[in-house]
Antibody, heavy 115, light 107 residues
């Protein structure tokens, strides 16, 4: 069955870079896109960006040039990197399968930005 | 960017009630709206896509309707397992945008 699982550090220092990994199973990331979505505490969901099955990417402009998404198809992994983290980036980060609609989600990983 | 205005922010219902949540888009989204259920500590679950198409495994007590800018999501005969938060998503344009969410609890 389709599964996605996020992994990464739970705590990041201000101004540092966040690196998260999404490991998928049950589908090929060469055939489906994977996107990243975050949820600020007590707030709604916020779309961050997507990497399509062909490797092209698209990002939410609110992250300007801080965000990059890439992948390793041999390992069925998608990576998020976001630099210059601030306290307002404290959130639950989800990866999800993109099938035009967002259909399957990982459980999410909580990231806290604090010194 | 398309703004999705979801209401109400919270709802209290008794078992067996019908509840309705609405999402209004800032522009026509041509029925490209999905609805998600999220329980604490769990991944969001896709319930409905393209306004009214129930995803596999979604009980028939869930329904969606609407057109243009205005959409609604309903649960008839609320069950205890429906206690969760619900969010809408427009997926007609990037950036995809979500409603702020509705928290459903028991009266």
């Amino acid at each position: 069955q389709v599964q996605l699982k996020e992994s990464g550090p739970g705590l990041v220092q201000p101004s540092q870079t966040l690196s998260l990994t999404c490991t998928v199973s049950g589908f090929s990331i060469s055939s489906y896109g994977v996107m990243w979505v975050r949820q600020l505490p007590g707030k709604g969901l916020e779309w961050m960006g997507v990497i399509w099955g062909n490797g092209n990417t698209k990002y939410n402009s609110i992250f300007k040039s801080r965000l990059s998404i890439n992948r390793d198809t041999s390992k069925s992994q998608v990576f998020l990197k976001m630099n210059n983290l601030q306290s307002e980036d404290t959130a639950m980060y989800f990866c999800a399968r993109f099938n035009w609609v967002v259909d399957y989600w990982g459980q999410g990983v909580m990231v806290t930005v604090s010194s | 960017d398309i703004q999705m205005t979801q209401s109400p922010p919270s709802l209290s219902a008794s078992l067996g009630d019908k509840v309705t949540i609405t999402c209004q888009a800032s522009q026509n989204i041509n029925n490209y709206i999905a609805w998600y259920q999220q329980k604490p500590g769990k991944a969001p679950r896709l319930l409905i896509r393209y306004t009214s198409t129930l995803d596999s495994g979604t009980p028939s007590r869930f329904s969606g309707s609407g057109s243009g800018r205005n959409y609604s999501f309903s649960i008839s005969n609320v069950e205890s397992e429906d206690i969760a938060s619900y969010s809408c998503l427009q997926y007609v344009n990037f950036p995809y945008t979500f409603g702020a969410g509705t928290k459903l609890d028991l009266k």
